[in-house]
């Protein structure tokens, strides 16, 4: 190892080299970039209603080597803290280098350039900017008689510092190739987010939700989406997944009611002065599991952008495993001069693009039509049931329907077998794997869980052997692991 090598200094836990001064090259594309990074930030200040959609596409180190960088960071500061608003006189950070005055002059200097406009002008000179400084690194450890691995270590790093590159293709490819490793050797990669079911796990109907999916769970009202929903994520807090959830069906007081019903089997109408001091203790330590769920409730808005961007900068904090909607055809995008079908599609668009851009699964609950009382017989659903069918079932990746028919007075199947308690869980699209149903059992306090058998097509058949293809993650509290989920 040289002598020279170059001076690391400690960043977020992280190594992180101390950047050579080289300012007084490519004195050209040193102004282009910092006025483009100049144009941007006055549009961010003119325009926060257009900031709020495009947030997650934007980095604060990209004014690291401008006059802006303590400003900027307020911006994010402050759009992502508690007031989610900002303004001109509220960024102006103590000991930064601009004013209220500078930052009003530059709003009007460049008036004439919207944000997404100044979005896209930025980009390819900021990263022309990036691969120049970069470049200089060769040269310097040249000088300094750096190895040529401390020189491209070097290079590599500023790169990643300089957020230029936000795609996130590098951690898909990563997951891709654990994948494919994995299958290899006949076992299926760790998800972090699995369904509840051992059946639907072993039927292969489902062994994971998919990061970069759109998965759409959709069912008449009292049919149990939700319920089902709140099994999955207690078994995602078990695989140690963190994530955000947009209730707007329930207020997140009754969410974490409902949840410790669920684990513990005493619900609100029970009267708990009654109970055993066991089984109050039981009550108090599944309340302190839910109290420090790792989860992001959302329940005061129902504005897609807002919860794309609540998503972003959560994953920026600490990368987020999964996202929740429920239920997608309450959502708004904030466009009321749209029809009510382009709003859903570009509201489709916006979460599927989010789930490709995070590598996560965003799972959205969806409303069956009443037309399905309607017609009779099994009144079983189908995809045409969905409301707003068109774009929710063309951009979903997997569609899920919930079915019991218990719900309509139906307790006997042809065969007379009892369905009492019974929910059929169909999967009506699938674009890895094959379209099926399989049948569970469902109960009102604790929800949906594995039989000890399923009907399939009409028999009886005996359930699945449950499998796990992978170790278990960390969990996050082990301390309730004798909590009966």
């Known amino acids: 190892m040289s002598e020279h090598a170059p001076t690391y200094a400690r960043q977020n836990g992280q190594s992180r080299p101390i950047y050579p001064d080289m300012y007084s090259a490519g004195a050209e594309i040193e102004v282009q970039y910092r006025t483009a990074a100049e144009v941007l930030f006055a549009a961010i200040l003119r325009e926060p209603h257009i900031f709020a959609a495009v947030a997650h596409k934007i980095h604060p180190a990209w004014w690291k080597q401008t006059k802006y960088d303590k400003a900027a960071c307020a911006v994010f500061e402050q759009f992502y803290g508690t007031g989610k608003s900002y303004s001109a006189y509220t960024v102006c950070k103590p000991g930064g280098d601009v004013t209220e005055k500078d930052l009003f002059e530059i709003q009007g200097r460049h008036a004439d350039t919207d944000l997404n406009a100044a979005l896209d002008f930025f980009l390819p000179i900021y990263r022309q900017w990036v691969e120049f400084r970069a470049a200089q690194f060769a040269q310097h450890g040249i000088s300094q008689n750096w190895e040529a691995e401390q020189i491209r270590r070097a290079a590599d790093d500023f790169r990643r510092d300089s957020m230029a590159y936000v795609t996130q293709g590098k951690a898909r490819d990563v997951w891709f190739e654990n994948w494919f490793e994995a299958k290899m050797q006949g076992m299926e990669i760790d998800y972090p987010c699995k369904p509840s079911l051992n059946t639907v796990i072993n039927g292969r109907l489902n062994i994971g939700f998919e990061p970069g999916t759109l998965f759409v769970r959709a069912g008449r009202t009292g049919m149990g989406k939700t319920t089902l929903m709140l099994n999955d994520l207690l078994r995602?807090?078990?695989?140690?997944?963190?994530?955000?959830?947009?209730?707007?069906?329930?207020?997140?007081?009754?969410?974490?009611?409902?949840?410790?019903?669920?684990?513990?089997?005493?619900?609100?109408?029970?009267?708990?002065?009654?109970?055993?001091?066991?089984?109050?203790?039981?009550?108090?330590?599944?309340?302190?599991?839910?109290?420090?769920?790792?989860?992001?409730?959302?329940?005061?808005?129902?504005?897609?952008?807002?919860?794309?961007?609540?998503?972003?900068?959560?994953?920026?904090?600490?990368?987020?495993?999964?996202?929740?909607?429920?239920?997608?055809?309450?959502?708004?995008?904030?466009?009321?001069?749209?029809?009510?079908?382009?709003?859903?599609?570009?509201?489709?668009?916006?979460?599927?693009?989010?789930?490709?851009?995070?590598?996560?699964?965003?799972?959205?609950?969806?409303?069956?039509?009443?037309?399905?009382?309607?017609?009779?017989?099994?009144?079983?659903?189908?995809?045409?049931?969905?409301?707003?069918?068109?774009?929710?079932?063309?951009?979903?990746?997997?569609?899920?329907?919930?079915?019991?028919?218990?719900?309509?007075?139906?307790?006997?199947?042809?065969?007379?077998?009892?369905?009492?308690?019974?929910?059929?869980?169909?999967?009506?699209?699938?674009?890895?794997?094959?379209?099926?149903?399989?049948?569970?059992?469902?109960?009102?306090?604790?929800?949906f869980s594995d039989p000890d058998e399923y009907h399939e097509q009409g028999s009886t058949v005996p359930a699945f052997p449950v499998m796990d293809f992978s170790d278990k993650r960390p969990k996050l509290n082990d301390e309730f692991k004798d909590i009966p989920f």
């Open 236 to 447: 995602f807090m078990r695989e140690g997944a963190r994530g955000v959830f947009l209730s707007l069906d329930m207020n997140v007081r009754l969410m974490k009611i409902r949840l410790i019903g669920m684990i513990t089997g005493y619900t609100h109408d029970d009267n708990w002065a009654v109970l055993t001091d066991a089984q109050r203790q039981q009550i108090v330590d599944a309340r302190k599991y839910v109290e420090e769920m790792n989860v992001v409730w959302i329940d005061e808005t129902n504005d897609v952008n807002h919860f794309i961007s609540t998503c972003y900068a959560e994953h920026f904090k600490q990368p987020i495993d999964f996202a929740i909607v429920d239920f997608i055809q309450k959502v708004k995008d904030g466009h009321s001069n749209k029809s009510r079908t382009l709003e859903i599609a570009d509201i489709d668009t916006k979460l599927k693009l989010m789930a490709n851009s995070l590598n996560i699964p965003v799972i959205a609950l969806a409303q069956i039509l009443q037309d399905v009382e309607r017609r009779g017989g099994t009144m079983r659903p189908t995809l045409a049931d969905i409301k707003d069918s068109g774009s929710i079932v063309e951009d979903a990746d997997v569609v899920e329907l919930i079915y019991r028919p218990e719900k309509y007075g139906i307790v006997e199947d042809q065969y007379g077998k009892s369905l009492v308690g019974k929910a059929e869980i169909i999967y009506a699209k699938q674009r890895m794997r094959p379209t099926d149903s399989i049948w569970v059992d469902y109960n009102g306090v604790r929800g």
